[in-house]
């Protein structure tokens, strides 16, 4: 059974930094694509990162470009999102997800980050 | 950047009647490749999303067969053909053409009435 969990979320104030983690399981992590998608409360749903199998594509939307940096250890199965300089507006739900056919096949329960003072 | 815009915003339906959200596209969503990327999501309350449909129309494993994706171009729907209690909650489009700069509508809420 495919499993993505994530974990790392939590309460920071405005400016401070957080990682995200995401351990995967039941299939083979090396050969997918990955993302970070993230859900503001009571919001519809935004995607952050992507990055490609062997990290040689990686990308960002917008808002956090050079704050945000996704990364990955296929050794060990994982997906990282280091967030630097994080501000009220990335209050949200982060969600793991797994890409099959340019979409999001595969999500995980997701993990809480609230950016407040 | 491709706009996704759903109608309606939220969808009071009766249990076992049929429900259909629409999602229009800013531009056409058919790839170099031939393939159009549409996809729909379900939310259910407190629930993380879980993809029903890909590529139009194309039903994911484990979703029921009362779920269809359709449409071409810029217009797309999915069609619920008889609701049920577990399908309440919000329902999204997204398109995969423009990778990877994928892009969300604002999600319809279906409840029951």
């Known amino acids: 059974e495919v499993q993505l969990v994530e974990s790392g979320g939590g309460l920071v104030q405005p400016g401070e930094s957080l990682r995200l983690s995401c351990a995967a399981s039941g299939f083979t992590f090396r050969n997918y694509w990955m993302s970070w998608v993230r859900q503001a409360p009571g919001k519809g749903l935004e995607w952050v990162a992507s990055?490609?199998?062997?990290?040689?594509?990686?990308y960002y939307v917008d808002s956090v470009k050079g704050r945000f940096t996704i990364s990955r250890d296929n050794a060990k199965n994982s997906l990282y999102l280091q967030m630097n300089s994080l501000r009220a507006e990335d209050t949200a739900i982060y969600y793991c997800?797994?890409?099959?056919?340019?979409?999001?096949?595969?999500w995980g329960q997701g993990t809480l980050v609230t950016v407040s003072s | 950047d491709v706009v996704m815009t759903q109608s309606p915003l939220s969808l009071p339906v009766t249990l076992g009647q049929p429900a259909s959200i629409s999602c229009r596209s800013s531009?056409?969503?058919?790839?170099?490749?031939?393939?159009?990327?549409l996809n729909w999501f379900q939310q259910r309350p407190g629930q993380s999303p879980r993809r029903l449909i890909y590529k139009v129309s194309n039903r994911d494993s484990g979703v029921p067969d009362r779920f269809s994706g359709s449409g071409s171009g810029t217009d797309f729907t999915l069609k619920i053909s008889r609701v049920e209690a577990e399908d309440v909650g919000v329902y999204y489009c997204?398109?995969?053409?423009?990778?990877?700069?994928?892009?969300f509508g604002q999600g319809t809420k279906v409840e029951i009435k």
């Open positions: 997800a797994r890409i099959m056919v340019r979409s999001f096949d595969c």
């Open positions: 531009q056409s969503l058919v790839h170099s490749d031939g393939n159009t990327y």
């Open positions: 990055i490609k199998q062997d990290e040689s594509e990686i």
């Open positions: 997204m398109q995969g053409t423009q990778w990877p700069l994928w892009t």
